[in-house]
């Protein structure tokens, strides 16, 4: 009652809710940028994480194995490994596409109609056309997927005309010549993330073994697994199943230097923003010593009538305790709702400011992501709280010390 009481002051000691305020303030602000900031970072990495390895697999096989029949047998051991859910033969190189209206770069993904179906990021993506053409006909035909912003940049729509030049394509009696050949446009994918749909076409594995002169061989062999996380650890039974030609690595060691970045990222925003609810909570220990300084012939008077020391510590911890957690409860608040209506802010605030404050060409995606981990909030809450009950001791002690004769001498 009385830690209520002192934090709700008359009229003329007005500065010192004034100071209080300015502490709840500050650590509900601080506690609302750190849950924010961590979980757009989290949703970045969940978002990255779960479009490049939907894309680009989970490990990768290489080696002699990828030679002949050899390849086939081993992609079919590999897929009684269990937890493997798809082992994909894929040829990866680089084109040049020409369209209507322009002519640019391309990556050439080969792979199987059956193993493209299989993976869920392109084909349940599809933004126009199906895959129905793609793989029928001799060598698996002539209809390619082409990435949406790629098709888009080229003026191509379903059913146009792709050109593609392929840099060594035919082989002849004085080394390897360009290729170039006309495919028809089935379907355009887009995934979200602008890296893959402005630089990607899919092309029948067959096909591609042609047009890219690799005869009867593959890049590698893509595996996906039931748990990515899991992938190092299955390294090594997946290397037993493709056979002792065969190289294996996983996407922790193709990636190492990016996933490394964005942890250390990660760890050193995470470590900024908790100082900054360290420094929001040196807010209140100012409240408090000016409030124990305007309340000294209160302690006094209190301590005269029977109150210990340890009563009146607790009245000035509970005051200054009080106003650290009303603080991070509305940081919490703040925070979830941000999060949570995360796309919505972002759409008003472009439509405010008529400009584009997410450009997917700088960040790969085309939305802010958002991802609130409760485990981390908790921890943020327990350091918020930690922080604000430590700044109130020091005061809340200080008070407790009065001595009632030196208060009242005066009065």
């Known amino acids: 009652m009385?830690?209520?009481?002192?934090?709700r002051p008359k009229r003329s000691e007005g500065w010192v809710a004034l100071i209080a305020a300015i502490a709840y303030v500050g650590i509900a602000l601080a506690v609302a940028v750190l849950i924010i900031v961590m979980s757009v970072m989290n949703g970045f990495r969940t978002e990255l994480l779960g479009r490049i390895l939907g894309f680009q697999g989970h490990i990768f096989v290489s080696g002699g194995v990828l030679d002949g029949p050899e390849r086939d047998l081993a992609a079919k051991r590999i897929l009684k490994v269990p937890g493997v859910i798809q082992a994909a033969p894929?040829?990866?190189?680089?084109?040049?596409?020409?369209?209507?209206?322009?002519?640019?770069?391309?990556?050439?993904?080969?792979?199987?109609?059956?193993?493209?179906?299989?993976?869920?990021?392109?084909?349940?993506?599809?933004?126009?056309?199906?895959l129905k053409g793609y793989g029928v006909g001799e060598?698996?035909?002539?209809?390619?997927?082409?990435g949406q912003r790629l098709a888009e940049s080229l003026g191509l729509r379903v059913g146009d005309v792709i050109t593609l030049i392929s840099p060594s394509g035919g082989a002849t009696a004085f080394g390897g010549t360009p290729l170039q050949k006309a495919y028809t446009v089935g379907a355009t994918f887009s995934v979200g993330m602008s890296q893959y749909d402005q630089a990607y076409i899919y092309m029948p594995l067959a096909q591609a073994q042609?047009?890219?002169?690799?005869?009867?061989?593959?890049?590698?062999?893509?595996?996906?697994?039931?748990?990515?996380?899991?992938?190092?650890?299955?390294?090594?039974?997946?290397?037993?199943?493709a056979g002792p030609a065969a190289l294996v690595t996983d996407w922790t060691q193709r990636d190492a230097s990016f996933w490394g970045a964005l942890k250390v990222e990660r760890n050193v925003m995470r470590l900024i923003l908790m100082l900054l609810v360290v420094i929001a909570a040196l807010n209140v220990i100012s409240g408090l010593v000016m409030l124990v300084k305007n309340k000294g012939r209160d302690i006094a008077i209190l301590r005269t009538i029977g109150a210990g020391q340890g009563a009146i510590m607790r009245i000035f911890f509970m005051a200054g305790a009080s106003v650290g957690a009303l603080g991070t409860l509305t940081g919490l608040i703040l925070g979830a709702l941000f999060c949570i209506y995360i796309s919505p802010i972002q759409d008003l605030v472009e439509?405010?400011?008529?400009?584009?404050?997410?450009?997917?060409?700088?960040?790969?995606?085309?939305?802010?992501?958002?991802?609130?981990?409760?485990?981390?909030?908790?921890?943020?809450?327990?350091?918020?709280l930690g922080m604000s009950f430590a700044a109130t001791l020091l005061p809340a002690w200080q008070a407790s010390r009065v001595d009632p004769v030196e208060a009242l001498r005066y009065e």
């Not at 050439?108 to 869920?120: C, E, H, N, Q, Y």
């Not at 005869?215 to 090594?236: F, G, L, N, S, Y």
């Open 2 to 7: 009385l830690a209520i009481r002192y934090l």
């Open 90 to 130: 894929i040829i990866e190189a680089q084109a040049i596409a020409i369209g209507p209206s322009q002519i640019t770069g391309a990556i050439v993904r080969g792979i199987s109609p059956a193993d493209l179906k299989g993976t869920p990021l392109v084909a349940d993506n599809v933004s126009a056309g199906d």
């Open 139 to 146: 060598y698996g035909g002539d209809t390619v997927v082409v």
């Open 210 to 241: 042609l047009f890219f002169g690799r005869e009867d061989t593959a890049d590698a062999i893509e595996v996906r697994v039931k748990d990515p996380d899991r992938a190092p650890a299955m390294r090594a039974a997946i290397a037993k199943a």
């Open 351 to 384: 439509w405010v400011t008529g400009q584009a404050v997410f450009s997917s060409d700088v960040y790969y995606l085309s939305h802010i992501p958002a991802k609130i981990d409760w485990v981390e909030v908790a921890g943020i809450l327990a350091w918020s």
